[in-house]
């Protein structure tokens, strides 16, 4: 089971299934997993065989919730919606705080409603009567009762008839490529490879064939497109897109009667779904109430172009959101060059925010601190104030300038007491303390860890713990490093003086010092003295 599940997430589904159907041959009866084997033949396209084995792991136990899910899931991927519908409705029932039977069932919805139409779409009307039934039924009886005649060959009708099919399949494909949409190109490609004879002879690593590959991928898109064809038909998408142009038309011809409460309503709208992790959401929302305010004029609303730069700053933010840094950018220049042609400060404070976001995220720092410097006489609050140091502190610290970056850190440490804000002392003690690592200060750096441990504390912050704890063992590994750096130069010193004591030695002296190695080697090993004659003094005449 292990390895099924390490092979799975890998996404090698088939080597999954292999494993999960020997794990079956020991024990038949595991509905965990039956259910991981139905996983991988749904992730194959293989909804058939993922919904037998759904079923297999229900025999036993109707209630099983995981087996209730994978049997609703193969029943959506077949298209019959209907019925995963119900089986999303049963799981919903015995597990109702999971989410993904939730999920199911606003999908199911989705789907069924993409294929009969909502009730709103679809008007019937009583008219007629039945005795067209009548009249069917009796046009086949005549047509039953004509005689056969011999088929003639008429080459303008098999022409007309191969025009017929031509269309037929141009249609077909048209049709195709609307439910594949991008894929379509894919679709286009694989079959190409196909056609070229050399290319499908050929093997890949394992041994497996080319062809097999290119047609197992044809085969896929294939069973998509009837599955898309089931979940939204194409008559299903036409509908909705008449549906939609009359709503924009509607949307156009009819202004709300209270300009004023429909902004400010769909300002709080978007902000509530950026702020729920919904930013595709927020960007959409956010895109129509810009269409609706480009299409009033200056008498409807006087304050328009306040209003499209804070849309314009929505779309923005909602775009950092979602990774696409360059559209981000854009649009908060946008709001930057209505908020200054039109002389709006707060707007061109809130542009130069969110444009330093942008240009710090994508790592152009220098960028990032040129415009959030602009912004620093603009700054009212405190709190505004520490967290504008702070950020143009962290650039220039990423940029390795460590003594701008300690500065601006005091600075939103300055401003953080100020606004008595424990979390923002927090976050600039901590950069001052990085600053100071890097200016190789680690005695500054290990008291503003400790300061920043304490507040790290006080508010319960775990994360900030365990990193402010790494953090200290480096710098107090940081004051060791520099204590033995700083004995070694010691010793050497002290050594320096017998050095310059030996150089002024006059030459005798040294000679004496080299002799003297020599007399010690004569007193281990004596050797017994030779008398010498003793020369006698010559007698000195008496007077």
Request: net charge negative; aromatic share 6%.
């Amino acid at each position: 089971m292990a390895e099924g599940e390490q092979l799975y997430q890998k996404a090698e589904y088939r080597k999954a299934i292999e494993t999960y159907t020997t794990a079956l041959i020991l024990q038949p009866s595991d509905k965990n997993c039956l259910v991981s084997r139905a996983k991988c033949y749904l992730k194959l396209g293989d909804a058939a065989s993922a919904l037998n084995d759904a079923e297999e792991a229900l025999k036993e136990d109707k209630r099983f919730f995981r087996g209730l899910y994978q049997k609703a899931e193969a029943l959506y991927a077949m298209g019959d919606f209907e019925f995963a519908l119900v089986y999303y409705h049963r799981g919903n029932k015995i597990r109702p705080e999971l989410q993904q039977f939730r999920l199911g069932i606003q999908k199911a919805r989705e789907a069924i409603i993409n294929s009969v139409g909502s009730p709103e779409s679809v008007t019937l009307e009583n008219t007629g009567n039945l005795l067209f039934l009548s009249k069917q039924e009796e046009s086949k009886q005549a047509q039953m009762k004509l005689p056969v005649k011999p088929v003639k060959k008429d080459l303008k009708k098999d022409f007309r008839q191969l025009q017929l099919e031509k269309e037929e399949l141009e249609k077909k494909e048209k049709k195709i490529r609307q439910l594949l949409g991008e894929l379509y190109i894919d679709k286009a490609y694989l079959e190409t490879l196909l056609n070229d004879e050399d290319l499908v002879k050929g093997n890949v690593r394992g041994g497996i064939r080319l062809k097999d590959l290119i047609m197992s991928g044809i085969t896929y898109l294939d069973t998509r497109t009837n599955f898309w064809r089931q979940q939204k038909p194409i008559y299903a998408r036409e509908r909705d897109r008449r549906l939609l142009e009359q709503k924009w038309n509607r949307d156009k011809k009819v202004k709300p009667a209270d300009p004023t409460r429909y902004i400010l309503k769909s300002l709080q709208e978007i902000d509530r779904l950026l702020t729920s992790g919904n930013p595709k959401a927020s960007r959409k929302k956010a895109l129509q109430v810009l269409k609706t305010v480009e299409g009033w004029t200056e008498e409807d609303v006087p304050n328009r172009q306040e209003i499209l730069g804070n849309l314009y700053s929505c779309i923005g933010n909602a775009q950092i959101e979602m990774g696409d840094m360059e559209a981000a950018l854009e649009s908060q220049k946008k709001d930057l060059l209505i908020s200054t042609q039109y002389n709006l400060p707060e707007a061109k404070s809130r542009a130069l925010d969110n444009i330093g976001r942008v240009y710090a995220r994508i790592g152009q720092f220098q960028n990032a601190i040129d415009v959030w410097e602009q912004k620093i006489p603009m700054a009212k609050s405190s709190l505004e104030k520490t967290w504008l140091f702070h950020e143009i502190g962290r650039c220039y610290l990423e940029l390795s300038n460590s003594e701008v970056a300690r500065d601006y850190g005091e600075k939103s440490m300055a401003a953080a007491e100020e606004a008595e804000d424990i979390e923002w002392q927090l976050n600039a003690s901590v950069l001052v303390a990085q600053a100071e690592v890097q200016l190789k200060d680690f005695k500054s750096a290990v008291t503003n860890f400790e300061k920043s441990l304490e507040r790290a504390k006080l508010l319960h912050n775990e994360a900030a713990e365990h990193a402010i704890k790494i953090a200290l063992k480096e710098a107090n590994k940081g004051i060791v490093e520099q204590l033995k750096a700083q004995q070694q130069p010691e010793a050497q010193e002290a050594e320096k003086p017998d050095l310059v004591e030996a150089e002024t030695k006059p030459a005798e002296e040294i000679s004496q010092d080299t002799e003297e190695p020599e007399a010690q080697e004569e007193l281990e090993d004596p050797v017994e003295p030779k008398e010498e004659p003793v020369e006698q003094q010559p007698e000195q005449p008496v007077e």
